[in-house]
DNA sequence: CAGTGAGCGAGCTTCCGCTTGACTT
């Protein structure tokens, strides 16, 4: 019997159906070895050579404590397997499981059966980008040994991550006094992302602008449209005031109109690319209005099933079964839609490792019920669809139908639509001459987009791109150059220029994902530490920066400008591959940088003032010595204490009343949280009443 | 479903990335 080792549970069950009864598949679920949790865990040694430092880092990895079990069932069964066959992801953190993984069992190997000849002789490393049968045969044909230079990259990334944060941490525990604080190359990226957003809109000052359109109708028929002015007098003309806008109205109100050009041109729409991690999170954040979480919840429950691919990848691959299975059910359903050839998507991102397939259907013939009632599905081999099951819940429908849609309307032909752009001259009094121009669409062909149609969701995103570029997509009548129109009437309208608007979930994994900072796994993580930090707070589904959070991105930043530069990440990728290359050694690249850090640290450490985070100070006396009570900040959020503190030990609560009575004392019920955030109501006289609830509405 | 926290400093905290399962009102 063979052992093949994976990362994902459900991928050894899909890979056992492949496979026949020589194989026995298991699991690692994820990392099974790494730097302890309690203490910084690398040893640094400063070899200097000819007066300069040389660093060389010893990582003291070691069991993760909840796998203990799962090491163990596995030396078991590799004690008992012919070959052990490492087929973790292909890419940095997959070799470097194999490679841990191949330490902890060879180790133990070495135990129980004496080396008789090679000790790596049983080992094997494949890899496979797509769970298909045909990708399997070939990585089992073609194995090969560990990447070590993969490896020490995947090192370096660790160790320079454990440098950064258990050392930054401790930092500001020092500094600033709370002992929850942290640090960390990417965490500390996004949380300045939103104060840097903020003070961009403290800073911003409205410009006051006007827009003018002019409705027009062609001479003697009842087609009116709308044309919007641009240019004076050779010059394209932007108006600031309401002076500014009355002069040109004087002009365009007693004009002469007629059409000066008409420019016709067909334009194409081009499908969205299927489904990576961070391009789910955002459609369904702005779609549904889910948190990362939430996605990323649903989206595991539909991998599990089997209905989906894997949801954590940062690629756009199609595999070729894929691609052939839904370009026979576009022949069957949509004739006209299918394209001649395939269309390919290249991954956009730079430091993507492509170790997955994008997210789609498993089976693109299977729908879920809702879908089939809305789509017009035109073709004859109706009766091959199949239905996903009932018990993936409405929210699992909701995820698997927009995954689905995305993913066949991506193979789909590009829409077509017509545009006309007219240009309108307006000669008013004293030689003044202005520009209007007007540009309609109609869509001729819609491809892709009759796939979204249906339930309007595309329209939703196609009206607000189309607000991004100031004009109204319209319907204009047939007008010819020359042509004189009629004037109707005249349609100002006073604007003010708009600050950049606060992230939200979507917007700020967008840009961290742009800029190469986390991974497809830690997005959503990332989102909530920086929460339980209070580095940010969400309102209204907005991110607003909490006086800690400008704190401690201010220190952070001044004491250390280069780490928290989005360049930082971006430099080290690079580091990263020269040592998956073979080009550079990890030891050197991390040394590299930790020379100046060290010295940084130690200055700061000696030399930075404390940081005081002022949260302000309230009308209310402490109710014990008389004393003004201020606003303090604890892992658990802020409450109010005596100024006096420590002479005065007295607290109290920042509660929000609901104005609603305890069912059971009578008493007033109040919002609380639980440990771990979560918003509850429960009763003032707690402990004496025990009362909770987690809705308002299920209070009674 | 929850009574903490600040400050001091006994002992403690902290990173990013890979995977689920334990929770479930």
Redo the contacts with the bound molecule.
Sequence with gaps: MNLIIV?????AQTLSRFLGKGYRIE?T???IR??P????GVHIQDKKIQDKDVYEFVPQYQP?ANRKVKIKELKDIAGKSEQIILAT?P????EA?AWHVASLLRRDEVKNHPPAGSSNGRFQRIVFHEITKSAIDHALQNPRGIDMHLVDAQQA??VL??L???????LL?NKL????????????VAVRLIVDREREIEAFKPVEYWVIDVQLEKVGKEENFIARFFQLNGKSYEIHTQDEANGIIEVLKTAAYTVDSVDKKELRRFPSPPFITSTLQQTAANRFGWSAKKT??AA?SL??QGLIT?H?TDSTNISAEAISSVREFIKNMYPHYLPDAQILYKTKSKVA?E??ESIRPTHVWRLNPTDMKKIELGGQNIGKIETVPASIGREGELLYGLIWKRFVACQMREALFDQTAVVIKAIGKASKEALLRATGEVMTFAGWLSLYKVDGERKETEVRESETNGEDKKILPPLTVGENLQYEKILPQQKFTQPPPRFNEASLIKALEEKG??????YA??IS?VQD?KYVEKIEKRFHPTDLGRSVTDFLVTNFPDIFDVGFTSEMEEDLDNIANGTKEWNYVVGQFFGPFHKKLETVFKEAPRVKVDLGTTDEKCPECGNPLVI????????L??ST??SC??????VERVGIACPKCGGEIVL?????G?Q?Y??????TC??????KEDIK
């Design positions: 990362e994902s549970p459900t991928k699991a679920m994820g990392h790494d730097l949790i309690k203490k910084l993760i992801d890419d940095r953190e997959g499981i990334r660790r991550d454990r950064v944060g258990y050392k930054l941490s401790p525990w006094g709370k002992r929850w604080l942290s640090a960390g190359r990417v965490q500390s990323m919840n595991q991998y599990e894997y954590r490792q170790a997955h900072i986390g991974r497809p796994s830690t993580p990332i530490t930090r303090r900040l604890s892992k658990f959020g802020k409450f204490a005596c503190f420590p030990k007295y607290t109290k609560n920042i609380k949280r639980t440990r771990r979560k509850f429960g009763c003032s006289n707690y402990p025990t009362y909770a609830s987690w809705k």
